[in-house]
């Protein structure tokens, strides 16, 4: 029962730029959404969150969208940069819940 | 301000000993988290803890897994008789959990081998 997914696998951009992840999520229990970045033998790196009341966060390079209407977010990264190459997560949590369920990771290459 | 910190940061076992991972929540955190991800998946739950309280250990397996947060001292997470299976990154994070959010930083984690 995947609650969260992030369907793409990878996705390849240019440096300079946009990235676009995705995740879509099946929970409507859901409130807080939250985007990790992991580099390989490394932990999640936090990166950016939301919370259902909004419908964008931005912060630097890095916006989040959420459409609840759609069970959808995505996280955008402008300009892309080589050195955000890196796994991508997306992971929501419920009120009342400690506990964040991650997508199974996008992999981000950026090539310079 | 250090971060997560977890040790050993590899672990090798063989089938049937146990496992001890330790964890130590960034400094005025109060609430541990335990996930941990099979080679080509994403992280999943394992459990919530707070200083001597289980708070939700509805991820973890019933049998060989346990986890404590002690009043003094790192989290551990314990895995009894390992096998094969258990091999896998194991990652801790914390957070204050004050209010509003649910921001968790993690620690680089221990990726344990059973042999």
């Known amino acids: 029962d995947q609650q969260v997914k992030q369907n793409s696998p990878s996705l390849s951009v240019q440096e300079g730029r946009i990235s676009i992840l995705n995740c879509d999520y099946t929970?409507?229990?859901?409130?807080?959404f939250l985007w990790y970045k992991k580099y390989p033998a490394e932990g999640p790196t936090f990166l950016i969150s939301?919370?259902?009341?909004?419908d964008k966060n931005e912060d630097g390079r890095f916006t989040v969208f959420l459409n609840k209407s759609a069970k959808h977010l995505s996280l955008h990264i402008v300009p892309s940069q080589p050195g955000d190459s890196a796994v991508y997560f997306c992971?929501?949590?419920?009120?009342?819940?400690?506990?964040?369920?991650f997508g199974q990771g996008t992999i981000l290459t950026v090539h310079p | 301000n250090a971060g997560v910190m977890q040790n050993p940061r590899h672990l090798v076992r063989r089938r049937g000993q146990e496992a001890r991972l330790r964890c130590s929540p960034m400094?005025?955190?109060?609430?541990v988290y335990w996930y941990r991800q099979l080679p080509e998946e994403g992280l999943k739950f394992m459990v919530y803890?707070?200083?001597?309280?289980?708070?939700?250990e509805s991820g973890m397996p019933k049998e060989r897994f346990s986890a404590e947060f002690p009043k003094e001292g790192p989290s551990i997470l314990r895995i009894q008789q390992v096998v094969r299976g258990d091999s896998a990154a194991y990652f801790c994070?914390?957070?204050?959990?004050?209010?509003?959010?649910?921001?968790?930083?993690f620690g680089p984690g221990t990726r344990l081998t059973v042999l």
């Open positions: 994070a914390s957070s204050p959990r004050t209010s509003g959010g649910n921001e968790q930083f």
């Open positions: 929970n409507s229990m859901f409130d807080y």
């Open positions: 939301i919370s259902s009341i909004k």
């Open positions: 992971a929501a949590s419920a009120p009342g819940y400690g506990k964040l369920t």
């Open positions: 400094k005025g955190h109060s609430h």
């Open positions: 803890l707070q200083k001597e309280n289980i708070i939700d």
